[in-house]
Protein backbone atom coordinates (compact mmCIF):
# COMPACT_ATOMS: atom_id res chain seq x y z
CA UNK A 1 0.00 0.00 0.00
CA UNK A 2 1.13 2.98 -0.55
CA UNK A 3 0.69 6.79 1.62
CA UNK A 4 0.60 9.32 -1.35
CA UNK A 5 4.23 8.87 -3.15
CA UNK A 6 5.15 6.44 -0.22
CA UNK A 7 5.55 2.75 -0.60
CA UNK A 8 5.10 0.77 2.24
CA UNK A 9 6.84 -2.28 3.77
CA UNK A 10 5.21 -4.94 5.81
CA UNK A 11 1.72 -5.92 6.51
CA UNK A 12 0.91 -3.80 9.75
CA UNK A 13 1.22 -0.22 11.10
CA UNK A 14 1.32 1.23 15.02
CA UNK A 15 -1.83 2.76 15.70
CA UNK A 16 -1.81 5.83 17.55
CA UNK A 17 -2.54 5.61 21.64
CA UNK A 18 -2.39 8.55 23.25
CA UNK A 19 -0.23 7.70 26.86
CA UNK A 20 1.57 5.20 24.74
CA UNK A 21 2.81 5.48 21.47
CA UNK A 22 5.44 8.08 22.43
CA UNK A 23 8.65 8.32 20.55
CA UNK A 24 10.36 5.24 22.65
CA UNK A 25 7.77 3.11 21.22
CA UNK A 26 7.25 3.95 18.22
CA UNK A 27 11.27 3.34 17.60
CA UNK A 28 10.98 0.11 19.09
CA UNK A 29 7.90 -0.85 17.27
CA UNK A 30 9.76 0.50 13.62
CA UNK A 31 13.09 -2.01 14.96
CA UNK A 32 10.33 -4.87 15.25
CA UNK A 33 8.89 -4.36 11.71
CA UNK A 34 5.71 -1.86 11.87
CA UNK A 35 5.23 -0.57 8.42
CA UNK A 36 5.22 3.20 10.09
CA UNK A 37 4.11 4.87 12.86
CA UNK A 38 1.23 7.45 14.48
CA UNK A 39 2.39 9.91 17.33
CA UNK A 40 0.08 10.23 20.20
CA UNK A 41 -2.93 12.57 19.08
CA UNK A 42 -2.05 16.45 19.40
CA UNK A 43 -4.45 19.41 20.14
CA UNK A 44 -4.85 21.55 17.40
CA UNK A 45 -5.59 24.50 19.69
CA UNK A 46 -2.10 23.30 21.83
CA UNK A 47 -0.46 23.63 18.80
CA UNK A 48 -1.45 27.12 17.49
CA UNK A 49 -1.19 28.51 21.18
CA UNK A 50 2.63 27.08 21.04
CA UNK A 51 1.79 24.84 24.14
CA UNK A 52 5.11 23.05 24.84
CA UNK A 53 3.41 19.28 26.19
CA UNK A 54 1.69 19.57 22.47
CA UNK A 55 5.45 20.47 20.75
CA UNK A 56 7.20 17.63 22.80
CA UNK A 57 4.33 15.09 21.74
CA UNK A 58 4.70 16.03 17.72
CA UNK A 59 8.29 15.85 17.95
CA UNK A 60 9.74 12.46 15.78
CA UNK A 61 12.98 11.39 15.29
CA UNK A 62 14.90 9.67 12.33
CA UNK A 63 14.61 6.10 14.27
CA UNK A 64 11.10 6.06 13.87
CA UNK A 65 10.21 7.00 10.30
CA UNK A 66 8.17 7.09 8.46
CA UNK A 67 6.18 8.10 10.91
CA UNK A 68 2.65 10.09 10.97
CA UNK A 69 1.79 13.17 13.11
CA UNK A 70 -1.87 13.13 14.67
CA UNK A 71 -3.96 16.06 15.11
CA UNK A 72 -7.39 16.46 16.89
CA UNK A 73 -9.62 19.43 16.79
CA UNK A 74 -13.27 20.41 15.67
CA UNK A 75 -12.04 24.24 13.73
CA UNK A 76 -11.35 23.73 10.33
CA UNK A 77 -9.41 26.73 10.45
CA UNK A 78 -7.16 25.92 13.28
CA UNK A 79 -7.16 22.22 12.26
CA UNK A 80 -5.13 23.75 8.43
CA UNK A 81 -2.79 25.67 11.00
CA UNK A 82 -1.71 22.42 13.38
CA UNK A 83 -1.65 20.79 9.87
CA UNK A 84 1.19 23.38 8.75
CA UNK A 85 2.80 22.98 11.95
CA UNK A 86 2.86 19.07 12.20
CA UNK A 87 4.42 18.81 8.84
CA UNK A 88 7.35 21.19 9.77
CA UNK A 89 8.65 17.93 11.83
CA UNK A 90 8.98 16.19 8.69
CA UNK A 91 6.61 13.81 9.09
CA UNK A 92 5.51 11.76 5.82
CA UNK A 93 1.50 12.29 6.34
CA UNK A 94 -0.68 14.14 8.55
CA UNK A 95 -3.69 11.82 10.30
CA UNK A 96 -6.67 13.54 11.46
CA UNK A 97 -8.52 11.89 14.66
CA UNK A 98 -12.04 11.54 14.01
CA UNK A 99 -12.37 8.68 16.47
CA UNK A 100 -10.94 9.43 19.73
CA UNK A 101 -13.57 7.88 22.73
CA UNK A 102 -12.08 10.15 25.27
CA UNK A 103 -14.83 12.24 26.74
CA UNK A 104 -12.31 15.15 27.31
CA UNK A 105 -11.97 14.88 23.36
CA UNK A 106 -15.08 13.99 22.04
CA UNK A 107 -16.56 16.00 24.75
CA UNK A 108 -15.41 19.59 23.15
CA UNK A 109 -16.14 18.32 19.23
CA UNK A 110 -13.46 16.51 18.66
CA UNK A 111 -12.43 12.80 18.21
CA UNK A 112 -15.23 10.06 17.61
CA UNK A 113 -17.62 13.29 18.00
CA UNK A 114 -16.94 14.20 14.32
CA UNK A 115 -19.07 11.09 13.71
CA UNK A 116 -22.33 13.30 14.25
CA UNK A 117 -21.17 15.69 11.94
CA UNK A 118 -19.57 14.52 8.68
CA UNK A 119 -20.16 17.34 6.72
CA UNK A 120 -17.59 19.18 9.41
CA UNK A 121 -15.48 16.34 9.28
CA UNK A 122 -14.96 16.64 5.35
CA UNK A 123 -14.46 20.63 5.68
CA UNK A 124 -12.01 19.84 8.52
CA UNK A 125 -10.19 17.33 6.21
CA UNK A 126 -9.86 19.61 2.83
CA UNK A 127 -9.21 22.56 5.02
CA UNK A 128 -6.10 20.39 5.97
CA UNK A 129 -5.27 19.36 2.35
CA UNK A 130 -5.23 22.64 1.33
CA UNK A 131 -2.87 23.61 3.71
CA UNK A 132 -0.31 21.17 3.30
CA UNK A 133 1.90 19.42 0.58
CA UNK A 134 2.17 16.04 2.81
CA UNK A 135 -1.19 13.51 2.43
CA UNK A 136 -3.60 13.60 4.87
CA UNK A 137 -5.34 10.92 6.26
CA UNK A 138 -8.31 9.94 8.64
CA UNK A 139 -9.25 7.69 11.34
CA UNK A 140 -12.48 6.99 12.24
CA UNK A 141 -14.59 4.65 13.76
CA UNK A 142 -18.06 2.47 12.35
CA UNK A 143 -20.36 5.49 14.12
CA UNK A 144 -21.52 7.21 17.31
CA UNK A 145 -23.42 4.38 18.39
CA UNK A 146 -25.26 1.34 16.99
CA UNK A 147 -27.84 3.41 15.96
CA UNK A 148 -25.42 5.45 14.37
CA UNK A 149 -23.66 3.48 12.30
CA UNK A 150 -22.45 5.41 9.54
CA UNK A 151 -18.85 5.08 8.90
CA UNK A 152 -19.45 4.75 4.75
CA UNK A 153 -21.38 7.91 4.50
CA UNK A 154 -18.50 9.86 6.07
CA UNK A 155 -15.61 7.75 4.40
CA UNK A 156 -16.92 8.81 0.87
CA UNK A 157 -17.14 12.37 2.16
CA UNK A 158 -13.75 12.45 3.64
CA UNK A 159 -12.58 10.58 0.05
CA UNK A 160 -14.43 13.49 -1.66
CA UNK A 161 -12.67 15.93 0.83
CA UNK A 162 -9.22 14.77 -0.27
CA UNK A 163 -8.30 12.19 2.12
CA UNK A 164 -5.64 10.02 0.88
CA UNK A 165 -5.92 6.90 3.31
CA UNK A 166 -8.69 6.25 5.87
CA UNK A 167 -8.41 3.81 8.85
CA UNK A 168 -11.47 1.92 10.45
CA UNK A 169 -11.77 1.40 13.94
CA UNK A 170 -14.74 -1.52 13.75
CA UNK A 171 -16.39 -0.05 17.04
CA UNK A 172 -18.46 2.91 18.17
CA UNK A 173 -18.02 5.38 20.02
CA UNK A 174 -19.89 4.37 22.85
CA UNK A 175 -18.31 0.89 22.95
CA UNK A 176 -14.94 2.56 23.80
CA UNK A 177 -13.00 -0.44 23.41
CA UNK A 178 -15.39 -3.35 24.34
CA UNK A 179 -16.39 -5.86 21.99
CA UNK A 180 -17.29 -7.01 19.11
CA UNK A 181 -15.33 -5.23 16.34
CA UNK A 182 -17.70 -5.11 13.50
CA UNK A 183 -15.38 -6.54 10.34
CA UNK A 184 -18.39 -5.84 8.30
CA UNK A 185 -18.61 -1.99 8.39
CA UNK A 186 -14.77 -2.36 7.88
CA UNK A 187 -15.67 -4.29 4.58
CA UNK A 188 -18.20 -1.68 3.51
CA UNK A 189 -16.09 0.98 3.34
CA UNK A 190 -13.33 -0.84 1.49
CA UNK A 191 -15.83 -1.32 -1.10
CA UNK A 192 -17.11 1.97 -1.25
CA UNK A 193 -14.28 3.67 -1.84
CA UNK A 194 -11.11 4.28 -4.63
CA UNK A 195 -8.42 5.28 -1.63
CA UNK A 196 -7.05 2.86 0.37
CA UNK A 197 -8.70 1.74 3.32
CA UNK A 198 -6.59 0.33 6.42
CA UNK A 199 -8.56 -2.18 9.36
CA UNK A 200 -8.11 -1.74 12.78
CA UNK A 201 -9.51 -3.18 15.92
CA UNK A 202 -8.79 -6.25 18.08
CA UNK A 203 -5.85 -7.53 16.04
CA UNK A 204 -3.42 -9.44 18.50
CA UNK A 205 -1.72 -12.07 16.95
CA UNK A 206 -1.42 -13.77 13.26
CA UNK A 207 -4.36 -15.67 13.18
CA UNK A 208 -6.78 -11.71 14.17
CA UNK A 209 -4.34 -10.32 10.88
CA UNK A 210 -4.95 -12.54 8.43
CA UNK A 211 -8.66 -12.73 9.54
CA UNK A 212 -9.10 -8.90 9.15
CA UNK A 213 -7.68 -8.94 5.65
CA UNK A 214 -9.32 -11.96 4.69
CA UNK A 215 -12.88 -10.90 5.82
CA UNK A 216 -12.64 -7.45 4.93
CA UNK A 217 -10.48 -7.10 1.54
CA UNK A 218 -8.80 -3.68 3.38
CA UNK A 219 -5.82 -2.87 2.09
CA UNK A 220 -3.44 -2.55 5.23
CA UNK A 221 -4.06 -3.41 9.16
CA UNK A 222 -3.08 -1.25 12.40
CA UNK A 223 -2.66 -2.48 15.55
CA UNK A 224 -2.72 -0.80 18.84
CA UNK A 225 -3.29 -2.59 22.08
CA UNK A 226 -2.29 -6.04 20.38
CA UNK A 227 1.36 -4.70 20.33
CA UNK A 228 1.55 -3.48 23.94
CA UNK A 229 3.93 -5.51 25.42
CA UNK A 230 4.44 -7.51 22.45
CA UNK A 231 6.23 -5.41 20.01
CA UNK A 232 7.76 -8.34 18.00
CA UNK A 233 4.27 -8.87 16.75
CA UNK A 234 5.30 -6.74 13.66
CA UNK A 235 7.57 -9.25 12.82
CA UNK A 236 5.66 -12.20 13.34
CA UNK A 237 3.06 -10.51 10.93
CA UNK A 238 5.74 -10.17 8.57
CA UNK A 239 7.21 -13.02 8.41
CA UNK A 240 3.82 -14.94 8.16
CA UNK A 241 2.84 -12.74 5.07
CA UNK A 242 6.18 -12.98 3.61
CA UNK A 243 7.40 -16.39 3.71
CA UNK A 244 4.77 -18.38 5.94
CA UNK A 245 6.56 -18.52 8.95
CA UNK A 246 4.93 -18.73 12.18
CA UNK A 247 7.90 -17.31 14.80
CA UNK A 248 7.51 -17.86 17.94
CA UNK A 249 7.56 -15.14 20.82
CA UNK A 250 11.22 -14.59 22.09
CA UNK A 251 12.96 -16.00 25.11
CA UNK A 252 11.49 -14.80 28.61
CA UNK A 253 15.48 -13.24 28.60
CA UNK A 254 14.89 -11.63 24.84
CA UNK A 255 11.53 -9.98 26.54
CA UNK A 256 12.83 -8.76 29.17
CA UNK A 257 15.44 -7.07 27.56
CA UNK A 258 13.74 -5.61 25.16
CA UNK A 259 11.56 -4.10 27.82
CA UNK A 260 14.76 -2.60 29.15
CA UNK A 261 15.89 -1.36 26.10
CA UNK A 262 12.56 0.11 25.48
CA UNK A 263 12.31 2.04 29.32
CA UNK A 264 16.49 2.93 28.94
CA UNK A 265 14.89 4.76 25.71
CA UNK A 266 11.96 6.34 27.52
CA UNK A 267 14.00 7.89 30.40
CA UNK A 268 16.49 8.87 27.50
CA UNK A 269 13.30 11.22 25.92
CA UNK A 270 11.88 12.16 29.37
CA UNK A 271 13.65 12.31 31.86
CA UNK A 272 13.94 9.26 34.80
CA UNK A 273 11.53 10.95 36.94
CA UNK A 274 8.88 10.86 34.33
CA UNK A 275 10.36 7.81 32.40
CA UNK A 276 10.62 5.61 35.40
CA UNK A 277 7.18 6.26 36.20
CA UNK A 278 5.40 5.84 32.71
CA UNK A 279 7.75 2.25 32.88
CA UNK A 280 5.37 0.37 35.21
CA UNK A 281 2.60 0.38 33.04
CA UNK A 282 4.78 -0.46 29.88
CA UNK A 283 6.60 -3.19 32.36
CA UNK A 284 2.89 -4.39 33.32
CA UNK A 285 2.25 -5.45 29.63
CA UNK A 286 5.67 -6.87 29.10
CA UNK A 287 5.55 -9.32 32.07
CA UNK A 288 1.49 -10.10 31.10
CA UNK A 289 1.06 -13.94 31.72
CA UNK A 290 4.16 -14.57 32.78
CA UNK A 291 4.27 -17.20 35.59
CA UNK A 292 4.14 -14.72 39.72
CA UNK A 293 2.76 -11.56 37.32
CA UNK A 294 0.51 -10.75 39.94
CA UNK A 295 3.23 -10.30 42.86
CA UNK A 296 5.13 -8.77 39.85
CA UNK A 297 2.68 -6.28 39.37
CA UNK A 298 3.20 -5.01 43.07
CA UNK A 299 6.73 -4.37 42.93
CA UNK A 300 6.27 -2.78 39.75
CA UNK A 301 3.77 -0.12 41.14
CA UNK A 302 6.76 1.08 42.86
CA UNK A 303 9.69 1.06 40.38
CA UNK A 304 11.54 4.36 40.96
CA UNK A 305 15.33 3.42 39.23
CA UNK A 306 16.70 1.30 36.18
CA UNK A 307 18.47 -1.10 38.45
CA UNK A 308 15.40 -1.55 40.28
CA UNK A 309 13.65 -2.74 36.73
CA UNK A 310 16.64 -4.78 35.74
CA UNK A 311 16.44 -7.09 39.48
CA UNK A 312 12.64 -7.08 38.83
CA UNK A 313 13.63 -8.76 35.04
CA UNK A 314 16.27 -10.69 36.47
CA UNK A 315 13.19 -12.36 39.20
CA UNK A 316 10.55 -12.49 36.46
CA UNK A 317 13.39 -14.47 34.01
CA UNK A 318 14.17 -16.81 37.50
CA UNK A 319 10.66 -17.54 38.20
CA UNK A 320 9.73 -18.76 34.52
CA UNK A 321 12.61 -21.19 34.76
CA UNK A 322 11.30 -22.83 37.83
CA UNK A 323 7.79 -23.57 35.63
Known amino acids: ?29 INYGASYT ?8 GLTMKDRKSDFLMTIGEKEMPALVQIFGCEPATMAEAAKKAEQTGCVAIDINMGCPAPKVAGHGGGSALMKDPQLAAEI ?6 AVKVPITCKIRSGWDEDNINAVEMAK ?25 NY ?8 ALTIPVIGNGDITDIESAKYMYDYTGCDFIMIGRGALGSP ?3 EQINAYFEKGEILPDPAIEEKMQIMINHIE ?13 EARKHAGWYIKGMRGAASFRREIGTLETMDQL ?14
Open 184 to 191: DIIKEVKN
Open 38 to 45: VSEMVSSK
Open 1 to 29: MNIGNLKLNGYAALAPMAGVTDRAFREIC
Open 157 to 181: LLEKAGASVLTIHGRTRKQMYAPPV
Open 125 to 130: TNACVN
Open 232 to 234: WLF
Open 265 to 277: KLCEYKGDYVGMR
Open 310 to 323: KALADKVIESAKEE
